[in-house]
């Protein structure tokens, strides 16, 4: 009997020391599609259009890395999926009154005569133009102070230049989860994108991408390093 005990408790040890295979986040996966298809089947898709799509750019990222058998990132992922697509839903109850109003108007008004607008000769384009980065507060997603005046900057720009497109990226500092940083990340991008459609820019000239603390300006973990990767940075494209 002191013999067969002995053996369980060393092949026991044997187990525990050659680890266990990474567990497939099935469940996390059905929980975000889930999500997914209980805000679609509701207003989130007339009438918060943008989060709907963080939401669904999330989950195809998650499928991806389950794919690649990264099976913690994915579910970290499927996690943030679910989460926005519940920030969708969120946010089409508040948007729900102006949404339906603006895809039901009571009258429609007249068309207006078409406008003849004389042929301008196209400048040169210079697509490798730096676009500043803009910053934000510790835990914040508002345009506040200088940032504002660096976007409004970039709309007059990107309204002189309307066949550049851009992509807005939101990073953030190293405290907070990777779920977290992420959505927090997406809602700087979506920040200064309203910023700047309401400036005037299509917003379909406008796409966006959160990267979360995965990308740091500087590494170091200091309050001057956390500043600097509390960012939205832009890249112009044709």
């Not at 259009?49 to 750019?57: D, G, L, N, V």
């Not at 504002?148 to 990107?158: F, P, S, V």
């Not at 500087?218 to 990767?229: F, G, I, L, S, V």
Request: net charge positive; charged share 30%.
């Amino acid at each position: 009997m002191r013999l067969y005990f002995s053996y369980a408790l060393l092949l026991g040890g044997l187990l525990v020391l050659s680890g266990c295979p990474k567990a497939i986040p099935t469940q996390q996966l059905k929980d975000a599609k889930d999500a997914i298809d209980k805000a679609s089947k509701g207003l989130a898709e007339r009438c918060a259009k943008e989060e709907m799509a963080s939401a669904k750019r999330m989950m195809a990222k998650a499928k991806k890395l389950m794919d690649e058998g990264k099976y913690d990132q994915a579910k970290i992922a499927f996690e943030a999926t679910r989460e926005l697509a519940a920030k969708a839903e969120e946010a089409a109850r508040l948007n729900k009154d102006e949404c339906l109003k603006r895809k039901n108007p009571v009258a429609a008004k007249p068309p207006s005569p078409p406008t003849v607008v004389p042929v301008k000769e196209s400048p040169v384009i210079d697509t490798r133009r730096k676009l500043t980065t803009v910053y934000f507060a510790f835990n914040a997603y508002t345009i506040t102070g200088n940032a504002r005046r660096i976007l409004q900057g970039h709309a007059e720009w990107l309204k002189q230049n309307s066949t550049v497109k851009i992509e807005v990226a939101g990073h953030c500092d190293q405290r907070g989860s990777v779920e977290y940083n992420l959505s927090l990340g997406e809602r700087r991008a979506l920040a200064v994108k309203k910023f700047l459609v309401d400036l005037g820019v299509s917003p379909n000239r406008i796409s966006i991408i959160s990267y979360g603390h995965q990308r740091p300006a500087d590494p170091r973990q200091t309050p001057e390093a956390y500043a600097k990767n509390r960012r939205a940075e832009f890249r112009a494209t044709r």
